[in-house]
Each structure stands twice: as C-alpha cells, then as structure tokens.
T-cell receptor, first 113, second 113 residues
Framework: QQQVKQSPQSLIVQKGGIPIINCAYE??????FPWYQQFPGKGPALLIA?????SEKKEGRFTISFNKSAKQFSLHIMDSQPGDSATYFC????????????FGKGTRLSVIA | DGGITQSPKYLFRKEGQNVTLSCEQN?????MYWYRQDPGQGLRLIYY???????QKGDIAEGYSVSREKKESFPLTVTSAQKNPTAFYLC????????????FGDGTRLSIL
C-alpha cells in the first residue's frame, strides 16, 4: 500500500517528442505528488508537484496530469530537448502522517536529436 | 545561497573501516534524510530525522548509523557491518516529514578499496 509504481523504466524519444511517464499508487491517503529530475552525478531536484484538488498542473514544458479515481498521475514533457535527458522520479506523501515521501523507482529518459 | 552540502564528493573505504559522510543544511528545515542509490534501484531510505535528537530507521538501516545533535547537521556512518557499501549516498531535508518537498544535496560516492 505504501508503494508508488513507476513506468516505463527507460524511454527514448526524438527531440520535439512528448515523453510520458506514469505512476500509480494504492494508498488513498496520499495527497502530495512531486516529480524530481536527476542528472548524472547530481542529487534529484524538485521539478513540479501536484495536490489532488486539481487534475492538471503546468510549469513551462512540464505538465502533471492527475486522475484521482484511477489513482494514477503522469508527467508529460512538451517539445522535449536533449537537455531533458535525465532520470525522473515520481513520489507521494500522505497527510496527516509522519512518514517520508515514497519514491517510484525512476525512469531514465533519453532525448535524441 | 540556501541549500544542502554533502562532503566529501568521493570517498574510499578499506575493508573493515567505518566512514562518516557529512550533510549540512542551512534551509532551517526540521526533517533530514539519508538515501542510498544504486544503478537501476531508485532511492532507498536509510534513516530519517524529524527533529533534533530523534531519528527513525528507513528501509535499509542495517550497517548504518546516524546522529542528529544539531538542526543543521545529520552525519551518516557506514559501518564495517555494511557488507556492500559501494553506492551513491544522498542527503535531503524538508520543512516537515510529510507533505513537503525534499531538497537534495549532490551526493557522496563511496567506493571500497
């Protein structure tokens, strides 16, 4: 129940394409869903986050879609660039509670020119 | 600039030695975390601390120890009991444990000589 299942494990897209990374969860107490971007040799950095009171959130080329009834959320990267090549992690947290973020296993994205 | 500083960036350990990884934050966050990252394994939680002088085991605490004597500092000791310590170690912090984004340092890569 504490898991967040992320797919695919890896993804290759052409420059300008729209990679989509999906995450699913079981625990309905989760109510905060961030996405992190990690470049090799660096720590993950917060990219965008959503709470379940909205179904979509956009920040620049990055969009989170959230489907509360299906218990799924996804990251879309519009007009992807080679500089977007990184590993992406979804995560979830619950309120109330004293437990840390639960992370997905990550998706390695490669954007080829 | 506010952030998390991990040191050293690279660390080598001889068999049977304990080593301590440093993590300092100036974000005034109450909660701090240690993660281990292996290739293709995602982020695995070792220990976390909600407040000074308190910490809890994560999913893979065996062979590791921590202390939290100051709000700003959360050092991790990799003991000789940890049989496979070679990994990338990440420290993070957040305002509170739940429902808040975590901010990560740039990691320490530990290798066995």
């Amino acid at each position: 129940q504490q898991q967040v299942k992320q797919s695919p494990q890896s993804l290759i897209v052409q420059k300008g394409g729209i990679p989509i990374i999906n995450c699913a969860y079981e625990n309905t107490a989760f109510d905060y869903f961030p996405w992190y971007q990690q470049f090799p040799g660096k720590g993950p950095a917060l990219l965008i986050a959503i709470r379940p009171d909205v179904s979509e959130k956009k920040e620049g080329r990055f969009t989170i879609s959230f489907n509360k009834s299906a218990k799924q959320f996804s990251l879309h990267i519009m007009d992807s660039q080679p500089g977007d090549s990184a590993t992406y992690f979804c995560a979830a947290s619950m309120w109330p509670g004293n437990t840390p973020l639960v992370f997905g296993k990550g998706t390695r994205l490669s954007v080829i020119a | 600039d506010g952030g998390i500083t991990q040191s050293p960036k690279y660390l080598f350990r001889k068999e049977g030695q304990n080593v301590t990884l440093s993590c300092e934050q100036n974000l005034n966050h109450d909660a701090m975390y240690w993660y281990r990252q292996d290739p293709g394994q995602g982020l695995r939680l070792i220990y976390y601390s909600q407040i000074v002088n308190d910490f809890q085991k994560g999913d893979i605490a065996e062979g590791y120890s921590v202390s939290r004597e100051k709000k700003e500092s959360f050092p991790l000791t990799v003991t000789s009991a940890q049989k496979n310590p070679t990994a990338f170690y990440l420290c993070a912090s957040s305002r509170t444990v739940s429902n808040q984004p975590q901010h990560f340092g740039d990691g320490t890569r530990l290798s066995i000589l």
